[in-house]
């Protein structure tokens, strides 16, 4: 099945810094989800970029389909981005279910 | 607000003792699905249904049954709960079974089975 591999694994800030979060995959994607895990437990969909370039806020995304990666920046973080960030997949074919990174655990001190 | 609903978010349990944990989605789709997450395995499909009535195996089905009687539910029962399935769990649901739009998921239930 496809791998996706999320880098770096462990991640500590200060408030206000710039951070860069990489996801590489293995195979085409039909989809391709950036998720932020809260400190309550709850997945929160951050981005749906199968492809292309996305902005929310301080939160960016961008996937590159044809190189087989993707890039979640945040900016000016605050410490209520702490958590853990997940990117998932979807290869098509015969899957039906996403398939996730092991993740990257973001600490933002204040 | 398009929203996947799960109840309860928490509950601790006796081993043995059936449990359900409800799922509802208000978005029309077609798609919905159960995972469970785990320290150092990461998040796994149990089941998933392509439609009202059509259900299939995840990777880790043992233990666990589903029901989608209705477009919107689709409730995971436990029938003899053990302490192994102590464990995090999320519905999610989507237009289709590969994620057209985007998955979109519960909150999630955190179980424990003493």
């Known amino acids: 099945g496809i791998q996706v591999e999320q880098s770096p694994p462990d991640l500590i800030l200060q408030e206000g810094a710039n951070s860069t979060l990489r996801c590489n995959f293995s195979?085409?994607?039909?989809?391709l989800q950036w998720f932020h895990q809260n400190p309550w437990g709850q997945l929160i969909n951050l981005f749906y970029i199968p492809s292309g370039t996305k902005q929310n806020g301080r939160l960016s995304a961008t996937t590159v389909a044809t190189e087989r990666y993707s890039l979640l920046y945040i900016s000016s973080s605050q410490t209520t981005d702490s958590g853990v960030y997940f990117c998932?997949?979807?290869?098509?074919?015969?899957?039906?279910?996403?398939?996730f990174g092991k993740g990257t655990l973001l600490t933002v001190n204040p | 607000e398009a929203q996947v609903t799960q109840n309860p978010r928490y509950l601790i349990t006796v081993t043995g003792k059936k449990l359900t944990v409800t799922c509802s989605q208000n978005?029309?789709?077609?798609?919905m699905s159960w995972y469970r997450q785990d320290p150092g395995l990461g998040l796994r499909q149990i089941y998933y249904s392509m439609n009202v009535e059509v259900t299939d195996k995840g990777d880790v089905p043992e233990g666990y049954k589903v029901s989608r009687k209705e477009k919107r539910n689709f409730p995971l029962i436990l029938e003899s709960p053990s302490p192994n399935q102590t464990s995090l769990y999320f519905c999610?649901?989507?237009?289709?079974?590969?994620?057209?739009?985007?998955?979109?998921f519960g909150s999630g239930t955190r179980l424990t089975v003493v």
């Open positions: 978005m029309n789709h077609e798609y």
């Open positions: 195979d085409s994607v039909n989809n």
């Open positions: 998932a997949v979807n290869s098509g074919g015969s899957n039906y279910k996403l398939t």
């Open positions: 999610a649901s989507s237009f289709s079974p590969f994620g057209a739009y985007g998955y979109t």
